[in-house]
């Protein structure tokens, strides 16, 4: 009634009731009952219409934005998926380059190996070994002097990983006995720095053996056989140096714990220091149980010596101290002098 009232062009509002209405469209002149009714009814058909086209058209661009909604979804969904494909290509490929390197450097590491031990097994006189010593010599000397001047410690496949590096009071390294401080390196012939012995000028005077009194020799070990030479077990290693011990200079007077000084022979191609019992008891040290094993030049399977024990002492070279140094405990036999210093 309302819509017909305002069709017809009267006023209306909302304060206007059902009986109102109906006066004002009886009042109006032109007003035919029937022609009204038709006339509501196609207003009503269009509002309805118009009204299902709206919800139509609402429903149609809500559809349409969930179909681009899944579309969108649908293409993240995919980019997830093909950036996790490239990330897993690129992981299985760095593994297999890490794998790859990893085979080629056993694959050099190995081949290095057998090389040394080839070439190790060759040496046969005690020239070349020397000669190989004095290239490792060289070698060890030639690359501490590129590097940056720092506290070092020795360590040999962790054998020795709880030895203090040698320093003096003032925290300076302990140098003079392979290498001076500016890393030239020791001569095995001469007391001098900066060569090593087969570039010696010095002559090289002749050595005699003090065990088999032959002459010749260099200092090297020297094996000597007992009586009934039963067995390889009875092998003992002795020293080979001059007739006077003065003339070594690889012989020194050392201090163990700034105790009574002891006779010590530097030896460069031990990596370890050793020292006898007998001295051990008589400067009345504690030791503990070492569970290192002792090995010789060209033998790495068989031990050459099971220490008895380990210390740690402050040991003292021509008034250079080394702090917390680890001395193995062998018996009298097993050496001649009472102190052997190694590179620890």
């Known amino acids: 009634m309302k819509i017909l009232a305002e069709e017809l062009g009267e006023t209306v509002n909302d304060s206007h009731k059902l009986k109102d209405l109906k006066k004002i469209m009886l009042a109006f002149k032109e007003y035919d009952e029937e022609s009204a009714k038709e006339w509501m009814n196609t207003i009503i058909n269009e509002r309805k219409e118009?009204?299902?086209n709206e919800i139509r058209q609402e429903e149609m661009v809500e559809r349409k934005r969930k179909e681009e909604q899944e579309i969108a979804?649908?293409?993240r969904q995919e980019e997830i998926a093909e950036r996790r494909r490239q990330e897993e290509i690129e992981l299985k490929k760095q593994e297999y380059e890490e794998w790859k390197r990893k085979d080629e450097m056993e694959f050099e590491?190995?081949?290095i190996r057998l090389g040394a031990e080839d070439e190790w097994s060759k040496l046969n006189s005690p020239d070349d070994l020397v000669e190989k010593l004095?290239?490792?010599d060289t070698l060890r000397s030639t690359f501490r002097s590129k590097q940056p001047r720092k506290e070092w410690h020795y360590d040999k496949q962790n054998s020795f990983k709880d030895d203090s590096a040698f320093t003096t009071n003032g925290n300076k390294k302990l140098y003079g006995i392979t290498h001076n401080e500016r890393g030239e390196p020791k001569c095995f012939h001469c007391p001098n720095f900066g060569h090593i012995a087969r570039n010696c000028s010095i002559p090289k005077s002749v050595l005699t053996c003090r065990e088999g009194n032959e002459t010749g020799l260099k200092i090297i070990n020297f094996v000597t056989k007992e009586t009934n030479h039963a067995n390889e077990e009875s092998l003992s290693v002795r020293l080979v140096g001059d007739n006077s011990d003065e003339s070594n200079s690889f012989l020194k007077k050392a201090k163990i714990n700034n105790c009574d000084n002891v006779q010590a022979l530097i030896d460069t191609g031990?990596?370890?220091c050793?020292?006898?019992?007998?001295v051990a008891q008589k400067l009345k040290l504690k030791f503990e149980r070492a569970v290192n094993k002792i090995y010789g030049f060209g033998n790495q399977k068989m031990p050459a010596l099971t220490p008895i024990g380990r210390i740690k002492a402050d040991i003292e070279v021509d008034n250079v101290k080394a702090e917390n140094i680890s001395i193995y405990v062998v018996p009298d036999d097993a050496q001649s002098v009472d102190l052997t210093i190694g590179r620890t």
């Open 73 to 75: 979804e649908q293409k």
């Open 274 to 278: 050793l020292l006898k019992i007998s």
């Open 50 to 52: 118009r009204k299902e």
């Open 134 to 136: 004095d290239d490792y």
């Open 109 to 111: 590491l190995q081949k």
């Open 270 to 272: 031990s990596s370890c």
